[in-house]
Every structure is written in C-alpha cells, then in structure tokens.
C-alpha cells in the first residue's frame, strides 16, 4: 500500500515559536496535499492544501512546503498559539479524480506559554 | 454552517450483534465517507459513496458494509461485530473529490 511517511509523532513548541511537521510520500502519481488539524473529542478539519504545481502556499500563519524532487512536503506554523494545540494530519491523493487520501499517522503538537 | 452529524458519540456493543452506525449531512454534498480512526494508524477509509445506491471499497472495508438510500445520509453496517472492530468512526463528506467536512465521530466499543 502506498505509504505517506509523517514525523515527528509529537511536537512540543513555545509560545510565539515555529511549529514544522513533515510528510514524505512514495507515489509520484500523488497530485493533491491536504493537511487536517484535528481537536480532541472533533472531527478533523481541512486546513490547507497544495498542488504539485507550486512549492509553496501560505495562509495566514500556515504554510505549506512542497519539494516535489525529494517527494515530501511541510506544514509550517508561524506565531505558534495555544489555540494551535490540535493533532495535525497530511495526506496525499492518488491521481486527480480519485476519492482516496493517503493520510499520516498524524503529529500531537502541544504549544505551551 | 455545514454540518455533518454522526448519530452517536459513544456506543457499546456485543460481539456477533448487527450495528448501525448513521451520518447525515446537510449541504446536499454528492460524495460521503466513513473512515476508521485508530491510535498510531491515522484514518483509514472503509468506503465511500458518490451519489445515491453508489459505493465504494475503500482500504479497509472487509466486517463492514455501507448503505445510501438518500442523498444526506450514509450508514454503516458492522455485520458481526468483533472486538477488533472497537476503534473511533468518522464520517465525512464533499461536493466533490476528498472529504472536506468531518463528523465528530462515534466512539464503538465492542465487548
């Protein structure tokens, strides 16, 4: 089965800092990125997402790296907040017109004040 | 707001019963889901649907079953249920493509 690879499994970030979670993924027909961040006792939430046409996309403080050479890809989170303390998942889908995600195994991010 | 809701946070249930797991969305979205969530796992997809009496298998969809018989609502059907099927199921939904929206889930032990 094709794999999306995610680390760190957890993440502990100070206030104010720079959140990075990284994917990295095997298939190369793979044509869409999303990334889910997912609160407890919720259901994820899309968050942002990236096609293979571009490196980057940012929104608002979230932005997306993309290094389609090295096949992976990043979240980062810039300010980190409290509020941003969620467990965050990316995914890959395999070819346009599919259904299928391909998701991580997710990363726990805890920011602490 | 959009709103896709999952009939039971919590549920326990006995091996070898039927079980109904019920999602229902309300933004008139053509594809519906049900994934499996498990700790370490991440989500894992049982089926799909793309429009009405249409399904699909997803990764894992061997213990289960999937019914659509309207538009807004998407059930899942443990046939038997066993004790490895105890793990959180979500729901999700969209007007096309991946799933966009996500239930809060239902927690399904079975015992």
């Known amino acids: 089965q094709q794999q999306v690879k995610q680390s760190p499994q957890s993440l502990i970030v100070q206030k104010g800092g720079i959140s990075i979670i990284n994917c990295a993924y095997e298939?190369?027909?793979?044509?869409?990125f999303p990334w889910y961040q997912q609160f407890p006792g919720k259901g994820p939430a899309l968050l942002i997402a990236i096609r293979p046409d571009v490196s980057e996309k940012k929104e608002g403080r979230f932005t997306i790296s993309f290094n389609k050479s090295a096949k992976q890809f990043s979240l980062h989170i810039m300010d980190s907040q409290p509020g941003d303390s969620a467990t965050y998942f990316c995914?890959?889908?395999?070819?346009?017109?599919?259904?299928?995600?391909?998701f991580g195994k997710g990363t726990k991010l805890s920011v602490i004040p | 707001d959009v709103k896709v809701t999952q009939s039971s946070r919590y549920l326990v249930k006995r091996t070898g019963e039927k079980v109904f797991l019920e999602c229902v969305q309300d933004?008139?979205?053509?594809?519906m889901f049900w994934y499996r969530q498990d700790p370490g796992l991440g989500l894992r997809l049982i089926y799909f649907s793309y429009d009405v009496k249409m399904k699909e298998k997803g990764d894992i969809p061997e213990g289960y079953s999937v019914s659509r018989e309207k538009k807004e609502r998407f059930s899942l059907i443990l046939e038997s249920a066993s004790t490895n099927q105890t793990s959180m199921y979500l729901c999700?939904?969209?007007?096309?493509?991946?799933?966009?929206?996500f239930g809060d889930g239902t927690r399904l032990s079975i015992l």
């Open positions: 933004m008139d979205h053509e594809n």
């Open positions: 995914a890959s889908r395999s070819g346009a017109g599919s259904y299928q995600l391909t």
């Open positions: 999700a939904s969209s007007f096309f493509g991946q799933p966009q929206h």
């Open positions: 298939n190369t027909a793979f044509d869409y």
